[in-house]
């Protein structure tokens, strides 16, 4: 579910809801409701402490009510909350009040990628790849982060009034109970299920988010899901039998970089997709640098709007729906803000008529007067209602010097140019304006613009030899964030320093990327064998091997003698780092077992017996048993006992 004022799916804001006008936590007064769905409700509310419109998810108190759940729920939206990107929902606060347990998130204007898709149909490539990007950069420095966003669809993708493109409910909770049912809500989910999500429910690593772009763009570049059916059933057996097909076969034309894009992202086996998303967002980059302006442009059959201005087909500027009701203040419906409407657009009450022999003038003059009366007010009417004002025209997304000859069509004059970066709108084009499009202003003013300056890059530092820490702060200070670290041996690296980066140091990256650390172990170390040894011994020859020594505090019954070591982690082989610790299990010594009678049966019954109670078995022929099958005797008698796993030899006659 997306955190949306304009999102389709629209609730009666007539309905009556409990939270509505209450402040939760004595701080967050809930306004309106926004959208419902399975696990919570979300509303638009106030932070009566920061003066700041955001949105309010409240569990529903069914799922409250388990503690679980709401640990889940806790640890995981912490986790979030650490993850600082622009194309990234941020969560704000977590708390509880009662029953209600809510997290306070960032509040997005617009409109989702599923309005957008319901409302147009098929996206042009170029429009479709603009949504791609800053979806996969928010899943790229999650990925690194060590998150799974495990729900991609486009139902939580945002499109912001202001162009923004942001990734919603990141990770916070996972679907109750998914797969079996059959809503239609969840018919929606399993779409963009990956196989190994299907097969093995409790899996999910970054090449499920990848699965779920790659159905993502199909739906984009098609207007179609690659996999439909009738029930989830039918929905989740095609995602594990069949491959989805390339786009062009829906919309004939698709140059095939498209295709192969979907076809790298939704591949049945995770190890033929992308990694994760940023080498995704590699690919979705190569193939665009391919495609040329037509291709990029071409405006699919399946597209339900095809007569637009070129200038719009970016992400920043796709239209809201035009069918979406604004929505209301709480307690507010429509026929009382059409009734507002008309009260103001309607003309002034006639004054008065004046009694006979109020010294008004007669005759001709008379109606002279009255008409330069009429035209007087009506021209006052229009001067004050509409002719002294007018409205900002559209101009996010158009370069500046058409913003500024748009302008001036509407008799407005350019104020201040500023600059600012952006991830979505293409360089040298208008991200937002002040007063906002479609503000009411006086003729004549003048309009501030803000033309972006593309996206913010940074150059890596060469982060080599630098301690874990420090590194993670460098990083920080340089606008980029610390990703995901992973330990490596080095001989030439100090353990807990930084060996590499990931990209490596020099590269150019956008503001708030992710950046992969890989720290050194310290020199590696051959773990010597130390099992059979007593204690003293052991720890003797493993701490000249410059490694620490721990005793685990439970034995076991081994074949060697009790007080020797009878196992060691990690074993024999194994390379640790200088200073890692080595884990000695002691024997008890050998468990003892009693041995059975076989004296006098049939060797196949013996071995059989002697096997089933732990013991290895010998045959003893010689020269006179060669052709026998009868257990003379035993080297260790019936009833006595002897070390489980010990050898007994049986004599044949």
Same mark, same amino acid.
């Given at each position: 579910?997306?955190?949306?004022?304009?999102?389709?799916?629209?609730?009666?804001?007539?309905?009556?809801?409990?939270?509505?006008?209450?402040?939760?936590?004595?701080?967050?007064?809930?306004?309106?409701?926004?959208?419902?769905?399975?696990?919570?409700?979300?509303?638009?509310?106030?932070?009566?402490?920061?003066?700041?419109?955001?949105?309010?998810?409240?569990?529903?108190?069914?799922?409250?009510?388990?503690?679980?759940?709401?640990?889940?729920?806790?640890?995981?939206?912490?986790?979030?909350?650490?993850?600082?990107?622009?194309?990234?929902?941020?969560?704000?606060?977590?708390?509880?009040?009662?029953?209600?347990?809510?997290?306070?998130?960032?509040?997005?204007?617009?409109?989702?990628?599923?309005?957008?898709?319901?409302?147009?149909?098929?996206?042009?490539?170029?429009?479709?790849?603009?949504?791609?990007?800053?979806?996969?950069?928010?899943?790229?420095?999650?990925?690194?982060?060590?998150?799974?966003?495990?729900?991609?669809?486009?139902?939580?993708?945002?499109?912001?009034?202001?162009?923004?493109?942001?990734?919603?409910?990141?990770?916070?909770?996972?679907?109750?109970?998914?797969?079996?049912?059959?809503?239609?809500?969840?018919?929606?989910?399993?779409?963009?299920?990956?196989?190994?999500?299907?097969?093995?429910?409790?899996?999910?690593?970054?090449?499920?988010?990848?699965?779920?772009?790659?159905?993502?763009?199909?739906?984009?570049?098609?207007?179609?899901?690659?996999?439909?059916?009738?029930?989830?059933?039918?929905?989740?057996?095609?995602?594990?039998?069949?491959?989805?097909?390339?786009?062009?076969?829906?919309?004939?034309?698709?140059?095939?970089?498209?295709?192969?894009?979907?076809?790298?992202?939704?591949?049945?086996?995770?190890?033929?997709?992308?990694?994760?998303?940023?080498?995704?967002?590699?690919?979705?980059?190569?193939?665009?640098?391919?495609?040329?302006?037509?291709?990029?442009?071409?405006?699919?059959?399946?597209?339900?709007?095809?007569?637009?201005?070129?200038?719009?087909?970016?992400?920043?500027?796709?239209?809201?729906?035009?069918?979406?009701?604004?929505?209301?203040?709480?307690?507010?419906?429509?026929?009382?803000?059409?009734?507002?409407?008309?009260?103001?657009?309607?003309?002034?009450?006639?004054?008065?008529?004046?009694?006979?022999?109020?010294?008004?003038?007669?005759?001709?003059?008379?109606?002279?007067?009255?008409?330069?009366?009429?035209?007087?007010?009506?021209?006052?009417?229009?001067?004050?209602?509409?002719?002294?004002?007018?409205?900002?025209?559209?101009?996010?997304?158009?370069?500046?010097?058409?913003?500024?000859?748009?302008?001036?069509?509407?008799?407005?004059?350019?104020?201040?140019?500023?600059?600012?970066?952006?991830?979505?709108?293409?360089?040298?084009?208008?991200?937002?304006?002040?007063?906002?499009?479609?503000?009411?202003?006086?003729?004549?003013?003048?309009?501030?613009?803000?033309?972006?300056?593309?996206?913010?890059?940074?150059?890596?530092?060469?982060?080599?030899?630098?301690?874990?820490?420090?590194?993670?702060?460098?990083?920080?200070?340089?606008?980029?964030?610390?990703?995901?670290?992973?330990?490596?041996?080095?001989?030439?690296?100090?353990?807990?320093?930084?060996?590499?980066?990931?990209?490596?140091?020099?590269?150019?990256?956008?503001?708030?990327?992710?950046?992969?650390?890989?720290?050194?172990?310290?020199?590696? !170390?051959?773990? *010597? &064998? $130390?099992? +059979?040894? @007593?204690?003293? #011994?052991? %720890?003797?020859?493993?701490?000249? /091997? =410059?490694?620490?020594?721990?005793?685990?505090?439970?034995?076991?019954?081994?074949?060697?003698?009790?007080?020797?070591?009878?196992?060691?982690?990690?074993?024999?082989?194994?390379?640790?780092?200088?200073?890692?610790?080595?884990?000695?299990?002691?024997?008890?010594?050998?468990?003892? !077992?009693?041995? *059975? &009678? $076989?004296? +006098?049966? @049939?060797?196949? #019954?013996? %071995?059989?017996?002697?096997?089933? /109670? =732990?013991?290895?078995?010998?045959?003893?022929?010689?020269?006179?048993?060669?052709?026998?099958?009868?257990?003379?005797?035993?080297?260790?008698?019936?009833?006595?006992?002897?070390?489980?796993?010990?050898?007994?030899?049986?004599?044949?006659?």
């Amino acid at each position: 579910m997306s955190v949306t004022a304009r999102t389709l799916t629209c609730v009666d804001t007539t309905l009556q809801d409990p939270l509505v006008g209450q402040v939760l936590d004595g701080r967050y007064r809930v306004e309106a409701r926004i959208a419902v769905g399975g696990m919570a409700t979300v509303y638009r509310a106030l932070d009566t402490r920061l003066d700041r419109v955001l949105a309010l998810k409240v569990m529903h108190p069914g799922l409250a009510a388990d503690a679980t759940f709401v640990d889940r729920f806790i640890r995981e939206a912490k986790s979030v909350a650490r993850l600082a990107h622009p194309n990234v929902v941020q969560v704000f606060d977590q708390g509880a009040d009662g029953s209600y347990v809510y997290l306070a998130m960032e509040y997005v204007a617009g409109c989702t990628l599923r309005d957008v898709l319901r409302d147009r149909g098929a996206l042009q490539p170029r429009a479709a790849l603009d949504i791609l990007e800053p979806v996969l950069a928010a899943l790229g420095a999650a990925h690194r982060a060590g998150f799974v966003h495990r729900d991609m669809k486009p139902e939580n993708v945002l499109i912001g009034d202001d162009g923004r493109v942001k990734v919603a409910d990141f990770g916070l909770v996972r679907s109750v109970d998914t797969v079996t049912n059959t809503s239609g809500a969840v018919l929606g989910t399993v779409s963009y299920l990956a196989p190994e999500q299907i097969e093995q429910p409790g899996a999910a690593d970054a090449r499920v988010d990848v699965y779920a772009c790659g159905v993502v763009l199909y739906e984009m570049l098609t207007g179609e899901k690659p996999h439909d059916g009738d029930s989830p059933a039918i929905v989740l057996y095609k995602h594990l039998h069949e491959d989805a097909p390339p786009p062009s076969a829906i919309v004939p034309g698709l140059p095939f970089e498209l295709d192969e894009l979907v076809a790298s992202a939704t591949a049945r086996t995770p190890d033929v997709r992308p990694y994760d998303a940023v080498a995704m967002l590699a690919q979705v980059r190569e193939a665009r640098a391919a495609l040329s302006a037509d291709q990029l442009d071409a405006v699919p059959p399946q597209a339900l709007t095809t007569e637009h201005d070129n200038t719009e087909d970016r992400t920043s500027v796709i239209p809201r729906s035009l069918t979406v009701p604004r929505p209301l203040p709480v307690n507010e419906d429509d026929g009382s803000a059409l009734n507002r409407t008309s009260r103001l657009a309607s003309p002034p009450p006639p004054p008065p008529r004046r009694r006979r022999g109020s010294g008004l003038p007669r005759g001709p003059l008379a109606i002279v007067v009255a008409l330069l009366l009429i035209l007087g007010v009506g021209a006052g009417v229009w001067y004050i209602n509409s002719g002294q004002f007018t409205k900002v025209p559209a101009l996010i997304g158009k370069t500046e010097a058409q913003a500024r000859e748009r302008l001036s069509q509407e008799g407005l004059d350019v104020g201040k140019v500023k600059h600012a970066y952006s991830d979505t709108v293409k360089r040298g084009r208008v991200i937002n304006s002040d007063p906002e499009v479609g503000t009411r202003i006086r003729n004549n003013d003048s309009v501030t613009l803000t033309v972006s300056d593309g996206p913010k890059t940074v150059e890596l530092a060469d982060l080599k030899g630098y301690r874990l820490d420090k590194a993670r702060l460098r990083l920080k200070n340089d606008g980029l964030e610390p990703g995901m670290v992973t330990r490596e041996f080095s001989s030439d690296v100090i353990r807990g320093f930084v060996i590499r980066t990931d990209p490596e140091g020099g590269t150019e990256l956008h503001a708030g990327t992710a950046v992969a650390l890989v720290v050194s172990k310290g020199s590696p !170390v051959d773990v *010597p &064998d $130390v099992t +059979g040894e @007593s204690l003293e #011994d052991a %720890k003797a020859d493993l701490t000249e /091997a =410059g490694l620490k020594v721990k005793v685990a505090t439970e034995q076991v019954n081994s074949e060697f003698d009790k007080g020797q070591v009878a196992a060691q982690t990690p074993g024999e082989g194994s390379r640790a780092a200088e200073g890692d610790t080595v884990t000695l299990t002691i024997s008890k010594g050998p468990e003892m !077992v009693e041995v *059975p &009678d $076989v004296v +006098g049966d @049939s060797v196949d #019954d013996a %071995k059989d017996a002697l096997e089933a /109670a =732990g013991f290895e078995v010998d045959e003893d022929r010689g020269i006179l048993g060669l052709f026998g099958d009868t257990v003379k005797s035993q080297s260790v008698d019936g009833g006595d006992t002897a070390p489980k796993g010990s050898t007994i030899t049986i004599e044949i006659r």
